[in-house]
């Protein structure tokens, strides 16, 4: 595929998502270093991108480091329990100072952008207290967003952002942990995402040990985890491997169990990070989500252009044979799609020529998206369905993929042990070689 044909294609999926989130909320929790970054404004140009294009962004600043140095500056030590910060009455102003100013870089890099924001007081919070006689002090705990007050906030045309204090009715500031309020808010707000943003977070994950079924890209950074995987990731690794990493990962359990369809998890330091994370089906970062996220499935009319797209270019080199929306509309039956975050990136059709005999046609795999396995699945998809069907033998007919079948298990084999039907309109002069395999 031509470089213009990649563009294209990134376009079309942008338009796709956009469509999709327009009007929806979208949390983004960001981590104290990153506002610290040399791409922090660039971040921001690109979350302030969304937001004109009618993404509903509330912004939670994560500025626990940034509270830990400013309370060193003021030779203030602090002490946690639980990994919770123990706030004594004395550092409250100084916890209230940080938090409030960890908040302004976001307005800073809002202005710039020409978007308004609001730093709020959305967030009511109760004292911890006393637990286990540890005295928490100004610790707090959520006790509920002001969700009308933050609706009216986005409805003015603002950008909520609630730093990590929350106050008693009656008035006595808490310090609040972000995760809560950001899990509060993905809940109260009915969320759809929750984008974790941080800094070196490939490097965070190299030491830590994923079950055999998490994907990794070539740099060892995860791609796609489901929340059971989580649970093994945080039950099998020790607290210091995971690091800032069991955070991030609990805080993304939390936030699919209020109610968001995915958490993504991003190096916010990378240009671009949040565009090609939410806009396209590559991403860019970690993805952690509650429901299916791709899926092999039967075709629809409404699937049939999309198809042909894939397998235009493939038929103009003669690798495919020609059809047209009503070849496949007659045997809509025998194809099927493997679909990503509801975009096709490969077809193929099962078809049934009797004697037991079964064959795989017309698989065409998105060059985009090559080697991610859409292929192979759609082959273990046919040879299940074959087997159902009784069938004892499924073969392909190949002029260039016959390595490739040979590494699903194929053989090669002759025209000879085809069934009478498929034999009798073998193109010879095509001369494709035929590959089968013994079910
Ligand atoms: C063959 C094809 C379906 C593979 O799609 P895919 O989604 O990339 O498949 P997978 O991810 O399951 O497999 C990719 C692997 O096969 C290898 N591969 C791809 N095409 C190959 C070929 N023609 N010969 C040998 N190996 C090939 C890739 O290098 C990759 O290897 P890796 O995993 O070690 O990186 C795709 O390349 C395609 O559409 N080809 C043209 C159509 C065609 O030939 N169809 C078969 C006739 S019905």
Redesign the pocket.
Known sequence: MGENAVSMELIREAFLYQNRFAGKTVVFKIDFPVTESAGFSYLMKDIALLIKTGIKVIIVPGSAEYISRVLTDHNITSSFADSERITANGAMPYVEMAAFHAATRFITALSASRVDALIGNFVRARGRGVVHGQDFGQTGVVDKIYVESVRRVIDAGMTPILPCIGWSPAGKPYNVSSNGITVAACEALGAIKLVIVTTDWTEKQLNIAAPASVERDEKGKMLRVTPEEVREILKTNAAPALGKTKSHLILSLAALEAGVERVHIVDGTEEGVILRELFSNLGAGTMINSGEYDAIRPIRNSDIPDMLRLMEP?MQTG??LRRNAEDIQQKKDDFAVFVVDGAIH?C?ALHNWGEGQAE??????D?M?????????LVRYFIEKAVKSGCDRVF???T?????FE?LGFNETTVESLPRRKREIYDRKRNSRIYALEL
Not at 369 to 377: D, V
């Open positions: 493939l690798i495919l490969a193929a795989i046609a017309a698989l065409a795999s060059p998206y090559k080697s991610m396995g859409a292929g192979r699945r392909a007919l190949t260039s993929t016959q390595d490739w590494q």
